[in-house]
Nanobody, 127 residues
Framework: VQLQASGGGWVQAGGSLRLACVYSGYTSSQYVMGWFRQVPGKEREFVGGFRWRGGVAYYADFPASVKGRFTISRDDTKNTVYLHMNNLKPEDTAVYYC??????????????????WGQGTQVTVSS
């Protein structure tokens, strides 16, 4: 399984960005995809994820810090999961990562429990 994240950049506070995570090499009908962010000196923070089972529906989960501002969507034709970030704040500045936890269906907030990681993409929000 491989993940590749992209879409980071610089934006002013109140702006929006869309991050993309392209996944390949995995065909299970049950897994969790998560988005995390990290700033220097701190642990990776869960900022959103979705659970996928059976190819019919999925559920997205978000922590309070981003709920209402971040959403997740997916495009199966492109094997891509998107993190839509709206009303960005300077405190959202971080390196963002996508990750996958395989053969699992549920909410997983701990970065240590994820099996595969994409490379990070920098998001910078100026005030």
């Amino acid at each position: 399984v491989q993940l590749q994240a992209s879409g980071g950049g610089w934006v002013q506070a109140g702006g929006s960005l869309r991050l993309a995570c392209v996944y390949s090499g995995y065909t299970s009908s049950q897994y969790v995809m998560g988005w995390f962010r990290q700033v220097p000196g701190k642990e990776r923070e869960f900022v959103g994820g979705f659970r996928w089972r059976g190819g019919v529906a999925y559920y997205a989960d978000f922590p309070a810090s981003v709920k209402g501002r971040f959403t997740i969507s997916r495009d199966d034709t492109k094997n891509t999961v998107y993190l839509h970030m709206n009303n960005l704040k300077p405190e959202d500045t971080a390196v963002y990562y996508c990750a996958a936890k395989l053969n699992f269906y549920g909410v997983e907030l701990s970065a240590a429990k994820y099996d595969v990681w994409g490379q990070g993409t920098q998001v910078t929000v100026s005030s």
